[in-house]
């Protein structure tokens, strides 16, 4: 049985720029462990949804993060893939050490 994973974009106020401007993180959580990874990408903290994990509004920006948010994902879903059809183990460790570095899930932006 393959493990479950969960992917999340989250907002993190604590460390919010000098510019006032919420960083995006990707979360993952493999079996109840989880490890952050920062995106690279920032928004108006009023325009951040947490729930939805996704930036509000119809404007340019906000497709444009929302396309590159859905893009990180895409990545880390057929890494998953990669290393499942391999007959690895997923763990959070495969993925924190291996898949985000050699893939490039995270490109700076």
């Given at each position: ?26 979360r993952i959580t493999i079996e109840k462990r ?76």
């Amino acid at each position: 049985m393959e493990p479950k994973m969960i992917i999340n974009f989250i907002g993190k106020k604590s460390r919010t720029t000098r510019h006032h401007l919420l960083p995006i993180y990707l979360r993952i959580t493999i079996e109840k462990r989880r490890f952050e990874v920062a995106t690279h990408r920032h928004v108006e903290p009023y325009l951040w949804s947490a729930s939805g994990g996704k930036v509000k509004g119809k404007s340019e920006s906000a497709f444009e993060t929302n396309m590159a948010l859905d893009e990180i994902k895409k990545k880390v879903y057929d890494y998953k893939e990669l290393i499942l059809s391999q007959n690895r183990e997923l763990t959070v460790n495969a993925l924190r050490k291996n898949g985000l570095a050699k893939i490039k899930i995270i490109e700076h932006c």
